[in-house]
């Protein structure tokens, strides 16, 4: 840490930064006159890094607009995610550690975030969060195992008036009748979702901006609808 601290103190003006398999425990480091112009921020397999260093995001980032957290096991809070107001988009992969409960931390950021996307959150469930997030352009859940047509009863109907692509791959949803309620909806990524059927195509009409269905590895024989 003594190390970064020292480099970036010769950076004024830093925009974007990726950290990848650094142990560190805490940013202080990038406390200092470069921070107010951080934008974009990466991190990749920071094992080591533990949950209370995550938590001066908006202290020291207030101008973050894009943050990916990927392959970081021991991110358990999310709170401080929430305090980057002006967060646009939002990538966290690969972490066994977030449920249901740690995911409604980040509903402070329903009128600012765009892209949302959750990797491989095989515990998650319920996402009621999305009610509010009604500026949300992109919504990617790929490899979520556990989410279903049910995980999104009374979101989309209540939503969504922004969203352009919806990646539900891996998923087990088999219901898309609540999409057709996405009046911009453009791409709709299904592939690997092993429940779908031809029955779950038959309100693909009712989709009217639709432009691209990804449908491999699927047990759907029926394309008559599009």
């Known amino acids: 840490e003594s190390h970064l601290r020292s ?15 650094h142990t560190i425990l805490d940013f202080e480091f990038v406390s200092c006159n470069n921070s107010n112009n951080l934008r974009s921020l990466y991190f990749d397999s920071c094992d080591h890094v533990v949950g209370d260093a ?10 973050l607009e894009e943050l990916h957290i990927t392959y970081c ?4 809070d999310l709170s ?13 992969g690969e972490n066994v550690n977030i449920t249901d409960e740690k995911l409604r931390a980040l509903q402070p950021l ?14 998650i469930r319920d996402l009621s969060l999305l009610r509010g997030f009604v500026n949300l352009k992109v919504l990617r859940l790929r490899g979520c195992s556990n989410v279903g047509s049910a995980s999104f009863a009374g979101v989309a109907e209540m939503g969504f008036v922004a969203l352009e692509e919806l990646v539900l791959s891996g998923t087990q949803v088999s219901d898309l009748s609540a999409f057709a309620r996405c009046p911009r909806l453009k791409v709709l990524d299904l592939h690997e979702c092993t ?11 009712q ?5 691209d ?5 699927t047990a759907v024989s029926d394309l008559s609808p599009l």
Not at 80 to 92: F, G, M, P, T
């Open 110 to 123: 329903g009128n600012t975030l765009e892209t949302l996307q959750l990797s491989h959150f095989l515990v």
């Open 7 to 21: 480099v970036f103190q010769n950076f004024t003006s830093l925009e974007s930064l990726f950290l990848r398999s």
């Open 54 to 63: 995550y938590y001066s995001f908006g202290r020291f980032a207030p101008l």
């Open 73 to 76: 096991t021991n991110l358990t």
């Open 213 to 217: 269905v990804l449908l491999q590895y």
């Open 80 to 92: 401080s995610i929430a305090e980057c107001r002006k967060l646009k988009v939002l990538h966290l």
């Open 195 to 205: 429940v779908l059927s031809n029955e779950s195509l038959r309100t693909l009409p």
């Open 207 to 211: 989709f009217k901006a639709l432009t």
